[in-house]
């Protein structure tokens, strides 16, 4: 990734995004925490994650807290009923109903220098087939976003739309 952003400033592109999309073996304290600048990452991550909220500004003597609270596992998220939003995604030509929720900005364990969206995608059952029709299944997923900084706040690097038709991918 190091390779990929230098390459870019060199060619005089400094200033262009680059969003890496990766498996659960790319959710690793160790990248999260060496990820260059201007780079984005899109995560798929373990359902019973540890995640942090953001610290509250400290007063007084001490070493600056690297964590908020504790915040619910990301398979904790599915079963609260409120904060959902269903959209419907394009995908290979054809609009994908998704249904999903944004927490953040959190920070995962053992990766305090980046902080993080949570997003949680729905499982859906679906038929297909016409005389004899099936049901199919897709299991809910969980994925870690890297924020960026703009105006003044925690933000996601794109927008969800097309965050979540690449996750779909």
């Given at each position: 990734?190091?390779?990929?952003?230098?390459?870019?400033?060199?060619?005089?592109?400094?200033?262009?995004?680059?969003?890496?999309?990766?498996?659960?073996?790319y959710d690793?304290?160790e990248l999260?925490?060496?990820?260059?600048?201007?780079?984005?990452?899109?995560?798929?991550?373990?359902?019973?994650?540890?995640?942090?909220?953001?610290?509250?500004?400290?007063?007084?003597?001490?070493?600056?807290?690297?964590?908020?609270?504790?915040?619910?596992?990301?398979?904790?998220?599915?079963?609260?009923?409120?904060?959902?939003?269903?959209?419907?995604?394009?995908?290979?030509?054809?609009?994908?109903?998704?249904?999903?929720?944004?927490?953040?900005?959190?920070?995962?364990?053992?990766?305090?220098?980046?902080?993080?969206?949570?997003?949680?995608?729905?499982?859906?059952?679906?038929?297909?087939?016409?005389?004899?029709?099936?049901?199919?299944?897709?299991?809910?997923?969980?994925?870690?976003?890297?924020?960026?900084?703009?105006?003044?706040?925690?933000?996601?690097?794109?927008?969800?739309?097309?965050?979540?038709?690449?996750?779909?991918?």
């Amino acid at each position: 990734l190091r390779w990929v952003r230098d390459e870019l400033d060199t060619a005089r592109r400094g200033d262009q995004q680059v969003v890496v999309l990766g498996d659960g073996s790319y959710d690793c304290a160790e990248l999260w925490q060496a990820l260059p600048e201007r780079t984005s990452l899109i995560a798929r991550t373990a359902r019973n994650r540890h995640l942090r909220a953001l610290p509250e500004a400290q007063t007084g003597r001490g070493r600056p807290r690297q964590y908020g609270a504790k915040l619910p596992h990301p398979c904790d998220w599915l079963q609260v009923a409120a904060g959902w939003t269903t959209v419907s995604v394009p995908v290979r030509g054809r609009a994908q109903r998704m249904t999903y929720r944004v927490e953040g900005p959190c920070l995962r364990e053992r990766a305090p220098g980046q902080p993080l969206y949570l997003l949680v995608v729905k499982g859906q059952t679906w038929r297909t087939g016409g005389k004899h029709p099936k049901e199919k299944y897709r299991a809910p997923s969980f994925y870690l976003i890297s924020a960026v900084w703009q105006a003044g706040e925690w933000q996601l690097p794109l927008a969800i739309e097309d965050i979540l038709s690449w996750v779909w991918q």
